[in-house]
């Protein structure tokens, strides 16, 4: 027993990394931000965070996943959606709450986070597991639940504000967000319901290997929990220490805005992604799926209400509505979503078309 505890400590050398990058800077006390228009120390300071963040990120959603097999569902689900939702809210307040307001981050953080899941993360995992199975089923059911949540979330949060006329340019009143995230969370809520209830069978298909298989492994439950907590500290801390170098890109090189969004999203798609990508490989397109949809919805529906909560709270400006050509990139990714997932079927080229647009994506950021 003694060396299985051994082995289960040794996979957590990560935290003692992120622990001496905390105190690393803590006791820096602000030195590595003075030589951030060297654009050597800038990038080596942003890739620092960057990584540190991104790994305690993936460990901690690894305790939530061991946690969510423990306990089962509707536990489970909700344990790595509360996990995960954390992470993204904590980085978007930390640089929201430091430096000169960014009223775009939370919409240009959701844009990224849909761009990502749903062009990105969708495309590599129908080409990849289109090359290796030629075609992949999936519950289309399960598929239609999440669409018929995210496409009148998605419009309400960031087109809708574009043709309301209470409010100057692409704003909300305090009372329409009041609304907006009642719904957000109130649909959520309903989806979570379903998913883990009466219509659970929508979310699987045939022998997939279900949620309780993904968090096997050693380690008690006051360990995990112990561990999760452990991880989200260094993320919490050092979110708020990568909003120097993001506001110092953002503000003083005067570069887009939406690229601090993207930085999030990165953060928090990318530990749900690969196993995502993983899973279309192992012909789990069902798995992937879920896990991707489940990520752009959580999104939506729980970070964007906490946001609207924590901008009213401070009282900082807010804007909400997509413009120009993302607005364009942004309809025909949830059109083309629709049109990919209406067969129960999938192949390479939908992989291809989907990762094409999030190429179209990218190219704006640099060329909007």
Request: glycine fraction near 10%; aromatic fraction near 8%.
């Amino acid at each position: 027993m003694a060396v299985g505890r051994g082995a289960i400590w040794r996979s957590d050398w990560f935290l003692a990394v992120a622990a001496a990058t905390c105190a690393i800077f803590w006791l820096s006390r602000g030195a590595f931000f003075s030589g951030l228009g060297n654009p050597l120390v800038l990038g080596a300071v942003f890739v620092w965070l960057f990584v540190v963040i991104l790994g305690s990120a993936l460990s901690a959603v690894r305790h939530a996943d061991h946690l969510a097999a423990r306990f089962g569902e509707p536990s489970g689900t909700l344990i790595l959606t509360l996990a995960v939702t954390f992470i993204e809210v904590m980085s978007i307040s930390a640089i929201m709450l430091h430096g000169d307001p960014n009223p775009t981050l939370v919409r240009d953080t959701l844009i990224a986070v849909i761009m990502i899941s749903l062009n990105g993360l969708v495309g590599l995992s129908l080409l990849i597991g289109g090359l290796r199975h030629r075609e992949q089923a999936y519950n289309l059911q399960g598929a239609n639940a999440y669409l018929g949540l995210i496409l009148p979330l998605a419009v309400l949060s960031v087109v809708l504000p574009d043709y309301t006329v209470t409010t100057a340019g692409p704003t909300l009143s305090w009372q329409q967000r009041f609304v907006l995230a009642v719904f957000s969370i109130a649909l959520y809520c309903a989806f979570l319901a379903i998913q883990t209830g009466r219509h659970r069978g929508y979310f699987t298909l045939g022998d997939e290997p279900g949620h309780a298989k993904r968090g096997e492994g050693g380690g008690s439950v006051p360990f995990h929990v112990a561990m999760l907590a452990a991880y989200l500290i260094p993320v919490v801390y050092l979110a708020e220490q990568m909003a120097h170098p993001v506001d110092y890109v953002i503000e003083t090189l005067k570069q887009p805005t939406i690229l601090g969004g993207v930085a999030i999203a990165l953060l928090v798609t990318s530990p749900e992604g690969a196993s995502a990508v993983r899973a279309a490989h192992a012909n789990h397109l069902q798995r992937s799926i879920n896990i991707l949809f489940g990520s752009v919805l959580s999104s939506i529906g729980l970070t964007v209400p906490i946001m609207l909560g924590v901008v009213y709270w401070y009282d900082l400006p807010i804007t909400m509505g997509v413009q120009h050509a993302d607005l364009v990139v942004l309809l025909l990714t949830l059109a083309l979503s629709i049109v990919t997932f209406s067969s129960g079927r999938t192949n390479v080229l939908q992989g291809a078309v989907h990762l094409l647009l999030f190429v179209c994506f990218l190219l704006l950021i640099v060329q909007g």
